[in-house]
Each structure stands twice: as C-alpha cells, then as structure tokens.
C-alpha cells in the first residue's frame, strides 16, 4: 500500500524547526500541485502552524516521553485503585517529577526560550497527557496545533493536524529512527485509531464549549430572574407606598371639608 503524501508531509513538517514549517509546507504544497496531486497540495497548504506549545510538545512526543505515560498509566490506576492514599500519593509524585522533566527538556522555538506563560501552558499540557485518554492521543500523534487553553478547554478551532497518524514512535529514546522506517507505510488499523482518537478530542472540545455557554446562560439567567425579584418586590413596596399615601390624602380631605 502506498505511504499516503499528506499523512507522510504531515508527520515531517511537524517535526520540523519551528522557523521552517511554513516555507517547507508552501514547498511541499507546492511540488504536489506540480506533480498534478491537487487534492494533496490543497490538504498540505491547509496544515497550521503550531503555536510555539504545541511545537515544543510536538517535538517532546519524538523524543524519550515513556516516563511520562507509564507515570500517567500509574496515576491513572492509583485513582481507580479506591482507597489507597500512599499509592496515589506515590503515582501523583511520580508524574510531576516526568511532566518537570519535559518542562526543562522543552526545546526552543526559533531558538527562543519558552516565556514563563508558556512553560505554564505546556506544563498543563503534559499534566493532560499523563491523565486524559484523548489529549495523551493528540500528543502521542505529535501532529498538535494548539494547547489547551486555561481550565483544560481546547480552543475552538483545530487542535491536531487533520492527517493524525503518527510516524513510528518505537525507540522513542533514540529519536524518531530512520527516514526509510518513516516513510513506509502505516496499518490501516492505527490510521483508522488515531483518526478516532482526533475526533473523539474533538467532540469533547466542542461539548467543553457547550457546557461553557450553558453555564453563562445559566447565570444570565440567575442574574435575570434575581433582578425581575428585586423589580417586583420594589413594585409591591411602591404600590403599599401609592395606597398609604392615597388613604391619608383621603382623611386630610375628610377632615377639611
């Protein structure tokens, strides 16, 4: 089966320097239309950049990440484990330690530094990866686009790069091993699986983002219904006021006649 030219440019450009992703995307984009893949061409011009986090984690997810997971996989059956308040204890130890040693792995855009904002975004990220299934999937594929805003909602447009499949992570301590094993072709099975876990992250931005206006709506509502209260109770005080005042009225005028 024949490697598929926006999923194999997908996994390099992403992988790529920072400064170099959108002159070799228009290159590639650009070759494509040549070779008359225009469907191709069309699918790899529309990749974005990656924000600066989400290149720094797509650059940490080909690097030596297994601490983290096995950290995350830990955590994750301490709190399922019910009860056991020094196993959990000992897990959630274990994957800070993993998530601060990314952090200060975390390579530099464009030979910049992280500002301390972003250290703190890609440290969310990475506490996400160790704890939830969807987010670990988007940075395992290392094709991320955006990082998780606060409070853990993903922004409202895409996170990871339609093409998610990743390249072979095997021996993920040595680097992302050789271009021939890069290029071969993948097993439909993991495409279909990394196609299911983008979409999945997805849905659950889309119902963060609904859950979100709900709660404003809500407390507009709240505030709405506190304020008609407040309105009626002032109107019942402003009619008791209207119908003393129009009852002494009347014993003034009874008593002058």
């Known amino acids: 089966m ?39 061409a069309a699918a790899i011009a529309k990749l974005a950049k990656p924000s600066q986090v989400a290149w720094a984690a ?10 983290l997971l096995a950290a995350g996989a830990a955590l994750r059956e301490a709190q399922l ?18 998530v601060e040693a990314l952090v200060r792995a975390a390579p530099q855009p464009g030979g910049r530094a992280l500002s301390r904002a972003a250290l703190d975004r890609l440290r969310a990220l990475l506490h996400a990866v ?18 998780p805003e606060g409070g853990g909602a993903w922004p409202s447009g895409g996170v990871v790069a339609p093409a998610s499949t990743p ?12 271009s021939k094993a890069r290029g071969a072709a993948r097993p439909d099975r993991e495409a279909e699986a990394r196609r299911e876990a983008a979409e999945r992250l997805e849905r659950e931005a889309a ?25 009626r109770n002032r109107l019942e005080a402003a009619r008791d006021a209207y119908e003393s005042a129009t009852h002494e009225v009347a014993r003034i005028e009874e008593q002058l006649s």
């Open 130 to 147: 160790a704890r939830d299934e969807d987010v670990r999937a988007a940075f395992v594929a290392g094709r991320l686009v955006e990082e």
């Open 58 to 67: 797509n650059q940490l997810a080909r690097g030596g990440v297994e601490e």
């Open 2 to 40: 024949a490697a598929d030219p926006v999923d194999e440019a997908a996994d390099r450009l992403y992988g790529l320097p920072f400064e170099a992703f959108v002159a070799e995307r228009d290159a590639v984009a650009k070759e494509l239309r040549k070779a008359g893949e225009k469907d191709a």
């Open 81 to 98: 484990g019910g009860g056991d308040r020094e196993a959990l204890r000992a897990a959630t130890a274990s994957e800070r330690r993993a």
């Open 167 to 178: 390249a072979s992570r095997g021996g993920t301590k040595g680097g992302r091993g050789s």
């Open 207 to 231: 119902r963060k983002r609904e859950e979100a206006e709900r709660r404003k709506l809500e407390r507009r509502l709240r505030a709405a219904r506190g304020a008609a209260d407040d309105a």
